[in-house]
């Protein structure tokens, strides 16, 4: 499913089109998806867009008299085309653009959601949430101080969108990895050293995934059709049985927290 960088891109892509058009019209042709598709997004038919921001995994097209909060699900994507470009079977929502152009929702298991937020209100989905992983707000001292006493596997404690959001299941392995630190290992033993390696491996991961586009595994693609390109800078997710890229040991897969979990048992203590 589409993590934060893939997210990322997905507002990169759409804001330049986006910011200070106005919405001609809002069609949903399919109103059940995640959640039921609320009647109150008509509210920003004939309003400016002001701005596309991205929280967690939402993104949240903002107006003056309220924003839409899109969340991308397991298979959902964005796209900005011509309005005369007719929808295919899965193109559930279309916000259309007074200039000719419209951003469209397509989703085949319909597992992501359309969601409405009144100004300066902070919708349900966007409560009791961490801070954003590429903020000064996540650094090693806050990471340190939430894992106190957590028996919890590492892996699943940065997983966890109330201790830092976006930290998908690709990104943490990977991170994990980079910071030579055992995905099993409880939370709570860390060392301060290790916390800052692995708050400075996941800066670093999900930075180059965001540039690189990121990562098309199945579902994915950017705003503009073109797959990401992180996959190619994978290490070790995905690569259950193959050489470690460090030492060559036999990469090894563990199921934690029903994740796929794949790491290296000599490189990462």
Not at 23 to 38: D, E, T
Not at 54 to 73: F, M, N, P, Q
Request: hydrophobic share 40%.
């Amino acid at each position: 499913m589409p993590e934060l960088p893939e997210v990322e891109v997905s507002r990169m892509g759409i804001s330049p089109h986006l910011t200070g058009q106005t919405i001609q019209s809002i069609v949903v042709r399919q109103p059940k998806l995640r959640w039921a598709v609320p009647q109150d997004l008509q509210t920003l038919v004939g309003e400016k867009v002001l701005t596309v921001s991205r929280r967690a995994k939402y993104l949240i097209i903002e107006t003056k008299k309220g924003s839409a909060i899109v969340h991308l699900g397991m298979s959902g994507s964005l796209r900005v085309l011509d309005t005369v470009i007719e929808p295919n079977k899965h193109d559930h929502v279309d916000l259309v653009l007074a200039n000719g152009k419209v951003l469209r929702y397509n989703d085949p298991r319909r597992f992501g959601a359309w969601l409405f937020a009144l100004p300066n209100e902070v919708h349900q989905v966007l409560t009791n949430i961490g801070p954003e992983p590429l903020t000064e707000d996540f650094d090693a001292g806050y990471l340190q101080f939430k894992s106190k006493a957590k028996r919890v596997a590492i892996k699943q404690f940065i997983m966890d969108n109330k201790v830092v959001v976006g930290v998908g299941n690709i990104y943490a392995n990977e991170a994990l990895f980079s910071a030579r630190i055992h995905p099993q290992t409880a939370a709570g033993i860390l060392s301060k050293a290790q916390f800052e390696a692995l708050v400075q491996e996941i800066k670093s991961v999900l930075t180059i995934a965001i540039k690189q586009g990121g990562t098309t595994l199945k579902d994915f693609n950017q705003a503009d059709g073109k797959p990401g390109y992180f996959a190619q800078e994978l290490q070790v997710y995905g690569k259950a049985g193959e050489p470690c890229p460090v030492c060559r040991a036999t990469i090894a897969q563990a199921k934690i927290g029903q994740r796929n979990t794949f790491f290296c048992n000599h490189c990462q203590k």
